[in-house]
């Protein structure tokens, strides 16, 4: 017993020492701890790289992920006509709708492509008090598909999905105002003409820009055709992913990545997201809210596998897909509402 005790002593000095002394085991230090600041339990990180470090890896990328959203974005978007056979007859047309399986190194998700970026609405909660699963959003209007959005509070990782983080922007109306004073934040939507808008915006900009339907969160990653991450080492760890992006025939991109499944997908950073998006075609591409929250619902059922070992979370947000959204009414649930007398704790 004393041999195998010293044995396992020795292999964990040595762990140890790779772990904290070479130039690798820093390296793999340093994923670990940007994968724990990903999920709900960042302060485990302190443990890893102390708490200083923490702290100022977390001030970092929040400090870059601002810059990432700073450059005008110049695209424009060019739908395509609807073609006409010989007899006048319209071609047939491709889906509103696509769905990729995808894989990579230790991940595994779906890219969702919507094809007319205009039938694209976003969805909240009916009921006050309490966010709502996309697959509930998604059954109770009739969408065809959806995917989770923005973020919100969160105490102790046992929030009630309410209380959104930033704005939300529905229908073209501001629907919640969590910006406390802050003159600008950074959205991804999209306008009343389908293109997607993604970076650092004033309300009043994005009143005159015509956003439709957006909601706060960062960074983004691609602009005017070009990826703002520039390796794997700024992606940000490993984790599940939710993103999107718009190529420039104005096809809506939605990608979905799997994580902390370690028999299925480990997770993807950002890096990948980008390096995906590019590949089909994005001109423009955005993070938004993904961990546990990462969900892809699509003719009502629950398409990828969402991480949460409860499922699917009570989300306040998620881009929906209809095929006749003007026919859709979405109610503003937060209509009166101070967003400082809102709980993101209390359950109902």
Known sequence: MSRVFWTLLILVMLGAGWFFLTPWGNEYRFLVADTLITTQHRYLAKYIIGQAELDKRVADYNNRFESMGVEKDNHQIHLPAPQQTSAGQENEKKPLVEVEEISGTGYHGYVMTVNDPTKIRLGVPQARGKGEKVS??????????????????????????????GIVISQGKLYYNGLAGASSTQVVGIDKTGKMIAGNYSLKELSNMGVQEAVTFQPRIIVNGKGLIKNAKEGWGIAPRTAMGQ?????????????????????????????????????????????????????????????????????????????????VNIPNIWAGLNPKDIDPGKKK
Do not use: C
């Not at 959003?137 to 598909?145: H, N, S």
């Not at 799997?258 to 590019?278: C, E, F, K």
């Open 247 to 327: 190529r420039a025939d104005g096809a809506i991109i939605f990608v979905v990545i799997d994580g902390r499944q370690p028999t299925y997908s480990i997770g993807a950073n950002l890096y990948d997201v980008q390096q995906i998006m590019l590949k089909h075609g994005a001109v423009i591409a955005a993070n938004l809210d993904g961990g546990s929250s990462t969900v892809l619902v699509k003719d009502n059922e629950i398409v990828n596998k969402p991480s949460s070992e409860y499922g699917e979370r009570y989300l306040p947000t998620a881009f929906l897909v209809f095929e006749h959204p003007e026919d």
């Open 136 to 165: 509930s959003m998604v059954k109770r209007t009739g969408a065809i598909a959806g995917v989770n959005a923005g973020g919100f509070a969160d105490p102790n990782w046992k929030g009630n999905g309410f209380k959104p983080i």
